[in-house]
């Protein structure tokens, strides 16, 4: 019975160590640019200083997965952009740990900018079963952050095995160029709005998952604050109007915000032209240049000076 667990052990390792080495091969030739793929990690570099590092969800992430999109946002910060932000929802959870590797990694960001969603305290879908897992690679270090940070068992075992399969090894780059489309004015329904409203918020506003995801956010301010780095709040705009748990997530906010050492900025209003938009919540490439020039730069031009 003993040389039978022995054997299986060895079995074990001996696999674990082959798929190992062969994941390592094979990802060691992917090289993406952010507007190339839904990976933070395969566009994170190493020992790299950023004027910006930017965190959020689809918001945010639409600055940098198109290429004019990206183009537009460095040029009209003159600053060179980090891009950590997450497509479909992403959470506060997902936003530390990248933002963690990020540092980890030896890169550095003299500001960082969380483009937040009042949603996002509210989801535990966008927090603990994110499709993050799906687009990043299997590293080490990662995969012992979800460990250490107790990160649900499920989504850790979707995120290794998801690293064996079709889809993975032979994915290519996807290159999105621009987002030219207008939104029509009939889109613009307070109907179609409370079922994206709905979408959001599929885990209702229960205040259990506020307090948990806030303690999140804490940990991000802090790690922003002890690595020296500033650190802004920018609620981005959309044509949604005030969001269920827009108002508790302000005025948590505004309690935290003098002792957490950030700013906030509610923008959720400030661009209400539908042309702006590719969809209710989204800017389209030349709305995402407007948003950057007239009310993003203005937050971090101090920072210029």
């Not at 748990?245 to 302000?250: K, Q, S, T």
């Amino acid at each position: 019975m003993r040389l039978f667990i022995i054997k299986s052990v060895l079995f074990v390792a001996l696999n674990v160590a082959v798929g190992w080495a062969v994941l390592t091969l094979h990802d060691v030739r992917l090289h993406y640019a952010r507007w190339e793929t839904d990976s933070v990690l395969l566009t994170t570099p190493k020992h790299s200083a950023f004027d910006v590092a930017f965190l959020g969800s689809s918001h945010a992430y639409q600055f940098s997965r198109l290429r004019k999109n990206k183009e537009a946002t460095e040029r009209e910060l003159g600053m060179r952009v980090a891009n950590l932000a997450l497509p479909t929802g992403g959470g506060i959870r997902p936003a530390r740990f990248l933002l963690e590797h990020f540092c980890e990694q030896g890169n550095r960001a003299k500001q960082v900018v969380y483009f937040l969603d009042p949603f996002v305290f509210y989801s535990t879908g966008a927090n603990d079963s994110h499709k993050f897992i799906y687009f990043e690679p299997l590293r080490c270090s990662f995969l012992k952050k979800l460990i250490v940070n107790r990160y649900p068992l499920r989504s850790i075992l979707t995120y290794i095995r998801s690293k064996f399969s079709y889809d993975w090894f032979f994915q290519q780059a996807e290159p999105l160029d621009e987002q030219p489309y207008v939104l029509e004015p009939e889109a613009v329904d307070p109907a179609r709005i409370q079922v994206r409203m709905k979408s959001l918020y599929g885990d209702g506003l229960r205040e259990e998952n506020f307090l948990r995801y806030a303690g999140e956010f804490k940990k991000i301010a802090d790690y922003c604050r002890e690595k020296g780095m500033a650190f802004h709040v920018i609620v981005p705009p959309t044509l949604l109007g005030p969001e269920p748990g827009a108002a508790r997530m302000f005025a948590w906010l505004d309690e935290q915000k003098a002792a957490g050492g950030f700013d906030v900025h509610d923008f959720s209003g400030a661009m209400p032209d539908r042309k702006d938009y590719y969809n209710l919540d989204h800017l389209n490439t030349p709305g995402v240049e407007r948003f950057i020039r007239d009310f993003v730069r203005p937050v971090l031009a101090p920072a210029r000076r």
